[in-house]
């Protein structure tokens, strides 16, 4: 008998790269192991490059104006969903500077899934810990 695995990224890829959930789960497990969080949390991801994310931008947070990261909290009782995370991959692109496209979305990925965990940026003492998070994080994923 095959037992599927259980899923801890649903995936929406809208863009032409390949990317696939892969690309984020030991990342995710890694900061939820770190964060303990429930082993079945789980997190909805999206790539787009069209543009769309102006519209939520501007829809959800009043700015309207592109940007390269959205990430919206849930807060479903008895539901281990951690929240939504959508990503312009064009605007990654953009500024990846030396990094590869799939290094700069993970970045990417890592920031918004803090931001559904409860941290910010907004106050100096948040940025520290959130940046903080962010290295201890990302370089535990290039060292496995």
């Known amino acids: 008998m095959n037992i599927p695995k259980f899923r801890s990224i649903y995936l929406n890829n809208k863009t032409a790269n390949n990317l696939g959930a892969e690309a984020f789960e030991e990342l995710f497990l890694l900061v939820i ?42 807060d479903i009782p008895g539901v281990n969903l951690i929240g939504d995370i959508i990503i312009d991959t064009k605007v990654a692109d953009r500024q990846k500077e030396d990094r590869s496209l799939k290094e700069e979305v993970q970045i990417l990925f890592l920031h918004g899934l803090l931001h559904c965990l409860g941290y910010d940026h907004l106050a100096a003492s948040d940025k520290k810990i959130m940046n903080a998070k962010e290295k201890k994080y990302f370089k535990l994923l290039i060292r496995e």
């Open 33 to 74: 192991s770190g964060e303990s969080r429930p082993p079945d949390s789980f997190i909805n991801l999206e790539l787009t490059e069209d543009g769309s994310i102006q519209q939520l931008n501007k829809k959800y947070l009043g700015r309207d104006e592109v940007t390269d990261v959205l990430s919206f909290t849930a």
